[in-house]
């Protein structure tokens, strides 16, 4: 994998549950180029032992979370200007085999369908153990958001200079 961390790059001070380094309780994923493929975003999560559901299994909610946060940073990072947020719109995720405590999970993302610069797109996830082996895979639907959009849906006034930056990418 690629020495660059996209999402400590290209939003610093980031405390997103998912994808931010700065939340303490959050799952710190890291997402890098794919080195074997321009098209492809990869990610790693490694879920603490506290992050089960039933005894000694990885809560499913987490690989969803881990996923959602890769649908999102696909499209911004592999067709960038659109000065927005890619948000998740709709999803589709089937699970195939359950994901272990402090193992590594292989996050995969890219582009399955796309319109223009400003339509939803649909973006391919999977999340993989160390073997290999496929452990979740689905759609994600996600639609570009620019600032003053996001703004009047959330009622959020002021933006955090940090996520401004990130709108501009």
């Given at each position: 994998?690629?020495?660059?961390?996209?999402?400590?790059?290209?939003?610093?001070?980031?405390?997103?549950?998912?994808?931010?380094?700065?939340?303490?309780?959050?799952?710190?994923?890291?997402?890098f180029r794919d080195e074997e493929n321009p098209e492809r975003l990869r990610g790693v999560l490694h879920p603490k032992t506290h992050m089960t559901g039933f005894p000694g299994i990885t809560h499913g909610g987490l690989l969803y979370t881990a996923l959602d946060c890769m649908g999102a940073w696909v499209p911004k990072m592999l067709?960038?200007?659109?000065?927005?947020?890619?948000?998740?719109?709709?999803a589709t995720l089937t699970y195939?085999?359950?994901?272990?405590?402090e193992r590594d999970i292989q996050l995969l993302g890219w582009?399955?369908?796309?319109?223009?610069?400003?339509?939803?797109?649909?973006?391919h996830v999977e999340?993989?153990?160390?073997?290999?082996?496929?452990?979740?895979?689905?759609?994600?639907?996600?639609?570009?958001?620019?600032l003053d959009k996001f703004q009047k849906i959330t009622g959020i006034a002021s933006i955090p200079?940090?996520?401004?930056?990130?709108?501009?990418l």
């Open positions: 994998m690629s020495a660059e961390i996209l999402n400590q790059t290209h939003l610093a001070h980031n405390t997103c549950f998912g994808c931010g380094h700065e939340n303490p309780h959050g799952l710190h994923i890291r997402i067709r960038p200007g659109s000065q927005a947020l890619w948000l998740l719109r709709t195939h085999k359950p994901a272990f405590p582009i399955e369908s796309e319109g223009s610069a400003k339509e939803a797109m649909t973006v999340a993989r153990d160390e073997s290999g082996v496929l452990l979740a895979d689905g759609a994600f639907k996600v639609i570009p958001v620019p200079e940090n996520w401004q930056d990130f709108f501009k």
